[in-house]
């Protein structure tokens, strides 16, 4: 055997490259345009139309997070049966979301009007940071369901936190916001829906 076919037969095979490596890449990218698709036509990432909106909240059961209390009792968790009943604001939070603790201040102001209760679903967070979060920020939560796996997250459609959704009586997702409340679409956009949902009855 010649040098040169000794020196082919030895040789490694190139492996092609794995494209499912730059899947969460593409992913990404998608996502980034789409954002930047909506800001350059004018529009507002927070008005990403939701494809539950005016359909019936998923059905889940949430459990409470441990070792929180409000005036001294154990705050419940939360299931889908919860929301019927009453107009609900549902509130996606965790502990490590900058974002969320800069809306936090505008659900407290929230959780002062009447007409409807305030609930929370805590996103893949550790029970001691959020019961550390809400210790130092304010709790303004009737009810606080804990999310450990992000799956009911996923049945909310939920692209990230925070997202805050309304449901009415009859427990029918009526009005979603993605990304933090500031005090201008709070007061023009969020507040105005929320009225008109509870004056609807």
Not at 45 to 67: M, V
Not at 149 to 176: H, L, M, N, S
Request: glycine letters at 10%; one cysteine or more; proline letters at 8%.
């Amino acid at each position: 055997m010649s040098s040169m076919e000794n020196e082919t037969s030895t040789t490694p095979k190139k492996r092609g490259f794995p494209v499912l490596v730059l899947l969460p890449l593409i992913v990404f990218v998608s996502l980034a345009f789409l954002f930047l698709f909506q800001l350059l036509m004018g529009g507002d990432p927070s008005k990403i139309p939701s494809a539950l909106i005016n359909k019936p909240a998923p059905e889940f059961a949430l459990p409470h997070l441990e070792d929180l209390s409000k005036d001294g009792v154990q705050m419940p968790g939360f299931s889908r049966g919860d929301l019927i009943g009453q107009v609900s604001v549902v509130n996606i939070f965790s502990s490590w979301c900058g974002p969320c603790r800069q809306e936090h201040p505008l659900l407290e102001d929230l959780a002062k009007l009447d007409g409807f209760q305030m609930i929370g679903i805590n996103y893949k967070d550790k029970p001691e940071n959020a019961r550390r979060f809400l210790g130092s920020l304010g709790n303004p939560y009737d009810r606080i369901g804990v999310d450990n796996t992000g799956r009911a997250a996923i049945d909310w459609g939920v692209y990230g936190v925070p997202e805050t959704f309304i449901v009415d009586k009859t427990g029918t997702i009526r009005y979603k916001f993605i990304g933090p409340l500031d005090p201008t679409n709070y007061e023009t956009g969020f507040l105005p829906e929320l009225r008109k949902i509870i004056a609807e009855g």
